[in-house]
């Protein structure tokens, strides 16, 4: 069928050999069974305030049906919302069943009561000042009015039937975000977001209210945002904290007035011999999630009563600030020695210490404290600040509920920390991070059964790094998870090269981090490295610890049970070092305990904990389970593992880990050398 005709031409004179009879002047698009939009005639551009050609490939958003007609709102440039009439027909395109909307824009019948009031509803939502918008249960938007277009600069006819956008770094407070939050139940009540973007890629802040809307029989039909630009308000409530010095939350002096007030200290300090000065930096633990959990509201009231309870057990000449989100700075000025801190501090955690009562529930709290001298530490008030920054976060490091002195040795370290994890986010681009594979004998065959990936970092500079120095590093930083995936995928490519090469099929262990463990996409990363490298499911294995899988057992279970659906090992690494509860360990989808190395090496090459291997190797063969020993590096331990009947061993007494091309020299040449064992 030729596809000029039925009026859907944007400009009948670009198309020369249609008659123009054929053309209808009317206002009409073509639209696929999916809603895009397949042609739209002259007249359609017109009433849509379209430029030549724009409508071409956009999505019809308004409901349609083949033989029923229905009124749409068009909203024009002036702000008036014109009502007219869509006729929607079944037309032939190209060889398959499209929809022909006519659009009559003519005028109305005389309006009866109810359509009156419609229309002043509708009138009300087009001129609110808020932005209205309306969603479906599947996140498609139904409604977008005039405030919602100006805050976001996104049109009504561009929005309608569209998803709603993730248009935030944070998910959860996107238009999206609010409105599944919504949906699974949270109410948003003037709730302030920063950051959601606008069309033009400007951040925004904004407040919002939600509510789920209901249908004539009560059932969820879809979520209602309201939200209100309060850009120029924050700008100047910043600007008048700025001039003020205080911070509007908890009427405390902000960071900048702390600052300034301790410049001026050691400014006095200088010109006459005075008492050391002592600044403290309070940092709340698990703020995040305490905050999280409980709203915005009650974590607001929360750092309220933090400040109130540190004012409390403060004298009158101390300084009590809030220098950042959860974080609160002091000030010292009556300290005698540096053992009256130490008592200061301690008092101030003891003050948390009691629960906060906040929502009708007991919320605990404890606190990181980093102190900081002068003028040992500094005698520069920023260099004071930076200084109890680094000893609170050394304090955060040791597991929180304490606090730290800052000394020149650890802020060393932290610093070739931070030249450290730099580094480490480019060594995957530059090429510096590879893959050793140690054997894992199979005892009763005396043959290399399977290898475990074990990950390297060669820095052109700093020489080999251990996986213990950078590893821990790559989990606190967030790069865990893109280390994990790379290894992974190496993993699974090696295997297929040596599959490749002519090598006995081989079995892949790949460690894999709590944090990864934690990831609902580490399946869909399992499948797809399986795929791009044409494995069997059964070749790959993923080592996972003890206490993460005890940390949150039922969830753990859930997620063993996704991954054993592709029909992979899964074992369980450094098997009894953790607090595991065996009536758990029976529910797990596992098939492999790996006994820990810390039970096997002893002095003088001996078993270290004979009882506790010789218990686990009879709880797996009771379980059905298979047993590998790590760390067998004598011909006394690999004869008590023979003698316990565990099924593989690993160790120095048998194989290092080997580069790619070693271990298949190792394999080609006849395996592992088998020791004299008494």
């Known amino acids: 069928m030729d596809r000029s005709v039925n009026g859907f031409l944007s400009d009948p004179s670009r198309e020369a050999g249609i008659p123009a009879a054929r053309l209808d002047p009317g206002a009409s698009l073509l639209v696929d069974a999916g809603g895009r939009i397949l042609r739209a005639s002259a007249a359609a551009e017109k009433l849509f305030f379209a430029q ?36 929607a027909h079944i037309e032939e395109w190209d060889g398959q069943a499209a929809y022909r909307i006519e659009i009559d824009a003519a005028g109305r019948p005389r309006q009866t009561a109810a359509r009156s009031g419609n229309d002043l509803l509708r009138a009300l939502v087009a001129h609110a000042p808020l932005a209205i918008v309306v969603a479906d249960l599947s996140g498609s938007v139904t409604l977008w009015n005039s405030a919602a277009v100006r805050l976001f600069g996104r049109g009504d006819v561009e929005m309608r039937g569209q998803k709603l956008p993730v248009n935030c770094s944070l998910r959860e407070d996107s238009l999206l975000g609010l409105f599944e939050r919504t949906l699974d139940g949270e109410m948003f009540q003037a709730y302030e977001v920063s950051g959601m973007l606008g069309d033009d890629g400007d951040a925004l802040d904004v407040e919002v209210w939600s509510a789920r809307m209901n249908n004539a029989r009560g ?39 702390f600052q300034k007030q301790l410049q001026r200290l050691l400014h006095h300090k200088k010109q006459r011999e005075m008492l050391p000065i002592l600044v403290m930096q309070i940092g709340l633990d698990r703020f995040r999630a305490i905050n999280k959990s409980l709203g915005p509201q009650l974590g607001d ?15 009158e000449t101390d300084l009590l600030a809030r220098s950042g989100g959860d974080e609160f700075a002091v000030l010292l000025r009556g300290t005698h020695h540096i ?100 054997p894992q004998v199979n005892l009763a065959q005396r043959t290399i059964a399977g290898v475990e990936a074990l990950l390297r970092w060669q820095h052109p500079e700093m020489g080999l790094i251990p996986p213990s120095s950078f590893v821990p590093l790559a989990e606190n930083c967030g790069l865990i998870d893109a280390i994990g995936a790379w290894v992974l995928d190496e993993a699974c490519r090696q295997l297929h090269v040596w599959d490749r090469a002519g090598l006995p099929p081989l079995r892949m262990a790949v460690n894999v981090s709590a944090r990864q463990f934690r990831d609902s996409k580490l399946r869909d990363q399992v499948a ?15 080592e996972l610890t003890e206490s ?84 067998v590096e004598s011909p006394q331990q690999l004869a008590f593992m023979c003698a316990q009947q565990c099924d593989e061993v690993q160790g120095f007494l048998l194989a290092k880990p080997l580069a790619p091309e070693r271990l298949a020299h190792l394999i080609q040449n006849g395996g592992v050398v088998w020791p004299e064992v008494d």
């Open 548 to 631: 993460m899988l005890m940390r949150n057992t039922p969830e753990a279970i859930r997620m063993l049970e996704r991954l054993k659906a592709l029909r992979i090992h899964l074992s369980i690494d450094d098997f009894g070092t953790g607090f595991s509860s065996l009536s758990y360990l029976a529910e797990l989808p596992i098939d492999t305990l790996k006994i820990d190395q810390s039970f096997v090496r002893g002095a003088d090459g001996q078993i270290r904990n004979g009882p506790i291997v010789r218990a686990i190797c009879t709880l797996a063969a009771g379980l059905g389970l298979r047993t590998i020993a790590e760390g």
């Open 528 to 542: 797809a490295a399986l795929a791009r490298h044409h494995l069997a499911p059964e070749r790959l294995e993923l």
């Open 52 to 87: 030549l050609g724009e409508l071409t490939g956009r999505q019809y958003g308004f409901p349609f049906q083949p033989g029923m007609s229905s009124e749409i709102e068009i909203l024009q440039p002036s702000g008036v919302r014109l009502m007219v009439t869509a006729h």
């Open 219 to 257: 059932l969820p039909a879809g979520v209602l945002l309201m939200l209100a630009d309060i850009g120029n308000r924050k700008k100047i409530e910043a600007h008048i904290r700025r001039l003020v010095g205080h911070d509007p939350l908890t009427g405390l002096p902000n960071r900048r007035q």
């Open 301 to 315: 009231q929360l750092l309220r009563d933090v400040s109130r309870r540190l004012a409390e057990s403060l004298y």
């Open 339 to 438: 053992q009256d801190a130490a008592r200061v501090t301690e008092r101030l955690r003891q003050c948390l210490a009691a629960p906060f009562m906040l929502g009708g529930q007991e919320i605990f709290v404890t606190a990181s404290i980093g102190l900081a001298v002068a003028p040992d530490n500094g005698v520069d008030a920023e260099d004071l600040v930076r200084a109890a920054d680094s000893a609170m976060a050394r304090a955060k490091e040791q597991g929180g509920d304490a606090y730290q002195f800052f000394t020149r040795e650890f802020d060393a370290q932290a610093r070739n920390r931070l030249v450290l994890e730099n580094a480490l986010r480019h060594a995957i681009e530059r090429g510096e991070l590879f893959l050793e594979y140690q």
